[in-house]
């Protein structure tokens, strides 16, 4: 089950869906080999955000392999959170320390987007709420 507080009411702006950026942490889950364990947390959020009425955006598929260098994912990252209204920080912020999600985070205050916090219960439900 998803709660979600209020966010029913800015969903959709000027009649389009309002677009989401998923933001969490990645390089360190797919160096310590749990990349399908990332995968699954982001795919889990996409799906969530999506029955909510966001149009999201899941970095995991930026085009890009997960050989390729830090900087390159971090650069595709940046550009496709550009166009977005807001963001939501995973759960898993809390876990891990992202440098990459922190430069999300810079530019995600910078731009004054919505931000939101993905809170993952015991029971294993999901909430979503705003920090801004």
């Known amino acids: 089950m998803i709660f979600v507080y209020v966010i029913n009411l800015i969903v959709i702006m000027e009649n389009k869906k ?6 969490g942490p990645m390089s360190m ?4 080999g749990r990349e399908d ?8 959020a996409e ?3 999506t029955y909510l009425g966001f149009e999201v955006v899941n970095p995991f598929y930026n085009g890009l ?3 390729d260098k830090w900087i390159k994912h971090i650069l595709k990252d940046l550009e496709l959170e550009d166009p977005c209204d807001a963001i939501c920080y995973l759960h898993t ?3 891990f320390s992202s440098p990459g999600g922190e430069m999300e985070k810079i530019v995600a205050r910078r ?12 029971n294993g ?7 801004n």
């Open 111 to 122: 731009e004054k987007k919505l931000e939101i916090r993905e809170i993952k219960k015991d």
């Open 65 to 67: 392999s997960t050989k």
């Open 37 to 44: 364990e990332m995968k699954m947390i982001f795919d889990t």
């Open 47 to 49: 799906r969530n955000l």
């Open 93 to 95: 912020w809390e876990l």
């Open 18 to 23: 309002m677009k989401i950026y998923i933001s």
């Open 29 to 32: 889950l797919i160096e310590a």
């Open 125 to 131: 439900e999901y909430e979503y709420v705003f920090i």
